[in-house]
C-alpha cells in the first residue's frame, strides 16, 4: 500500500510541476511584446478554390500586417483589392502562379489596420465580386 501512495504522490507532483512551468513561458513571451495571430481565407462563390491568409504581427512598436492569395491562375495578372473592415488597405497584383501578397509595415511608414477580435478581411476583384474572405 505504501508503495501505491508514492507512485500516486510521485505522479501527481510530476503532473503539478509540468502544469506550473508551462506558466512561465507566457510571460516570457509577453515581456518581449511579440504577439502574431493567423486567420485563414477562404473561397468565394465565384472562386471556391481560392484561399488565403491574413496574419498581424507585433513587436513593440512595431507592426506588420501581411496578407496572401493563392489558387487563383484565372486572375493572373490581375489587381485585387485587400479590404479590413470594409476600407480598403492595399492592393495585391496575382502573379502567373495565381499567388500574390501583401505586406504592409509600420516601421516602414505604411499604415497597419487595426486588428481585432471580429474584424474581417476581403479580397475583391476591381469590379467587386469577392475571391477571399476571413474573420478574425
Not at 504522490?9 to 507566457?26: E, K
Not at 511579440?34 to 496574419?55: D, M, N, V, W
Amino acid at each position: 500500500m505504501n508503495k501505491k501512495w508514492f507512485v500516486i504522490t510521485f505522479l501527481s507532483m510530476f503532473i503539478a510541476s509540468l502544469v506550473l512551468s508551462s506558466f512561465a513561458f507566457a510571460p516570457a513571451a509577453m515581456a518581449k511584446g511579440k504577439t502574431a495571430t493567423k486567420i485563414r481565407l477562404a473561397g468565394s462563390e465565384f472562386f471556391p478554390q481560392g484561399k488565403g491568409s491574413a496574419k498581424i504581427k507585433v513587436v513593440k512598436a512595431k507592426s506588420e500586417f501581411q496578407v496572401e492569395v493563392e489558387h487563383v491562375k484565372s486572375l493572373a495578372g490581375q489587381t485585387l483589392n485587400v479590404f479590413v473592415d470594409g476600407n480598403q488597405i492595399g492592393t495585391i497584383v496575382v502573379n502567373g502562379l495565381g499567388k500574390g501578397k501583401l505586406t504592409l509595415k509600420s516601421q516602414r511608414g505604411d499604415t497597419v489596420p487595426t486588428i481585432q477580435a471580429g474584424t474581417t478581411v476581403e479580397i475583391k476583384t476591381d469590379a467587386g465580386v469577392l475571391v477571399t474572405s476571413g474573420q478574425y
